[in-house]
């Protein structure tokens, strides 16, 4: 094994338990392994180990951490930060690292509110907009728009917005419903997360439309999650796009907005709109 081989091993593996560890980890064993891929070309030494990695004459490029590096070194890095080392029968150590940022974005603080926007393409169906405001920690209270409807639902009631007529019609919603929508989470995101909790998936780097990105696809010969795909942001690992059997959504945004008066108001449609004009009915919604 050579010292640029035994560099890039070490990279691989520089995955550690909190993020901080994580950076100065990988960075050292960057640091590492430019210096010793700096050295071999000095010595005009092409293919004296026989086994140099392909692609090691990129152009120069930048990391997905932020780092500058040369042509060399950045291809070899992104050979490890892309691939890493797979054990038996789980992703590569790179691809876990990436996952748990992800799952780390999809995971809201305490008491925050879910926002996000996006346009939503059923699959056979033509483009809609998605906006979304969810309180957190699954109680099933959410305000969205979509299908050029606006409702709102908490686990007593449901609102529906009429705009030509700025009139609120409000109607209970029985406990089965509620129990329903707590199951059944509205956050488009919600796909993204079966995917990256199936423990087979795996990041590729590419960009969306221009924005540094990782695909995320799983591993599985069928089944729902074999045909989904996502995209999501390397800057924040917030999703930009995600695609399934059920059609395609392209986030705007996806954001954790504190639950201060102003935002919960977002939540129902009677406090999104004042002064709109309230009906109530009785029975069951």
Same mark, same amino acid.
């Given at each position: 094994?050579?010292?640029?081989?035994?560099?890039?091993?070490?990279?691989?593996?520089?995955?550690?338990?909190?993020?901080? !560890?994580?950076?100065? $980890? #990988?960075? %050292?064993?960057? /640091? *590492?392994?430019?210096? +010793?891929? =700096?050295?071999?070309?000095?010595?005009?030494?092409?293919?004296?180990?026989?086994?140099?990695?392909?692609?090691?004459?990129?152009?120069?490029?930048?990391?997905?951490?932020?780092?500058?590096?040369?042509?060399?070194?950045?291809?070899?890095?992104?050979?490890?930060?892309?691939?890493?080392?797979?054990?038996?029968?789980?992703?590569? !150590?790179?691809?876990? $690292? #990436?996952? %748990?940022?992800? /799952? *780390?974005?999809?995971? +809201?603080? =305490?008491?925050?509110?879910?926002?996000?926007?996006?346009?939503?393409?059923?699959?056979?169906?033509?483009?809609?907009?998605?906006?979304?405001?969810?309180?957190?920690?699954?109680?099933?209270?959410?305000?969205?728009?979509?299908?050029?409807?606006?409702?709102?639902?908490?686990?007593?009631?449901?609102?529906?917005?009429?705009?030509?007529?700025?009139?609120?019609?409000?109607?209970?919603?029985?406990? *089965?419903?509620?129990?329903?929508?707590?199951?059944?989470?509205?956050?488009?995101?919600?796909?993204?997360?079966?995917?990256?909790?199936?423990?087979?998936?795996?990041?590729?780097?590419?960009?969306?439309?221009?924005?540094?990105?990782?695909?995320?696809?799983?591993?599985?010969?069928?089944?729902?999650?074999?045909?989904?795909?996502?995209?999501?942001?390397?800057?924040?690992?917030?999703?930009?796009?995600?695609?399934?059997?059920?059609?395609?959504?392209?986030?705007?945004?996806?954001?954790?907005?504190?639950?201060?008066?102003?935002?919960?108001?977002?939540?129902?449609?009677?406090?999104?709109?004042?002064?709109?004009?309230?009906?109530?009915?009785?029975?069951?919604?």
């Amino acid at each position: 094994m050579t010292q640029i081989d035994e560099l890039l091993r070490q990279t691989a593996n520089a995955v550690e338990p909190d993020d901080e !560890a994580e950076r100065r $980890a #990988i960075g %050292r064993a960057q /640091r *590492a392994l430019s210096a +010793a891929i =700096a050295a071999e070309a000095a010595q005009d030494r092409p293919q004296a180990s026989g086994k140099r990695h392909r692609g090691t004459r990129l152009p120069r490029r930048a990391t997905g951490l932020g780092l500058a590096v040369s042509g060399a070194a950045a291809a070899a890095i992104t050979v490890v930060a892309l691939v890493g080392s797979t054990g038996p029968g789980g992703p590569a !150590a790179a691809d876990a $690292a #990436i996952i %748990r940022h992800i /799952r *780390a974005e999809l995971t +809201a603080p =305490a008491g925050s509110i879910l926002h996000e926007t996006a346009t939503v393409t059923p699959t056979g169906g033509s483009p809609m907009q998605f906006e979304l405001w969810l309180q957190t920690g699954g109680t099933g209270v959410y305000r969205v728009i979509k299908y050029g409807q606006e409702v709102s639902q908490s686990a007593t009631q449901n609102e529906i917005y009429d705009p030509s007529t700025r009139r609120v019609t409000v109607s209970p919603l029985p406990p *089965a419903t509620h129990a329903y929508e707590v199951a059944h989470s509205v956050d488009l995101a919600s796909k993204l997360k079966e995917m990256v909790n199936s423990g087979q998936t795996t990041a590729t780097a590419t960009t969306f439309d221009g924005i540094l990105a990782y695909e995320i696809q799983v591993n599985v010969p069928d089944g729902q999650l074999s045909n989904a795909t996502a995209y999501v942001a390397q800057s924040d690992y917030r999703p930009l796009e995600i695609d399934s059997s059920k059609g395609k959504a392209v986030f705007s945004a996806y954001e954790y907005l504190p639950a201060t008066p102003a935002n919960d108001a977002l939540l129902a449609v009677t406090t999104a709109h004042p002064g709109s004009t309230v009906v109530n009915q009785t029975g069951k919604g």
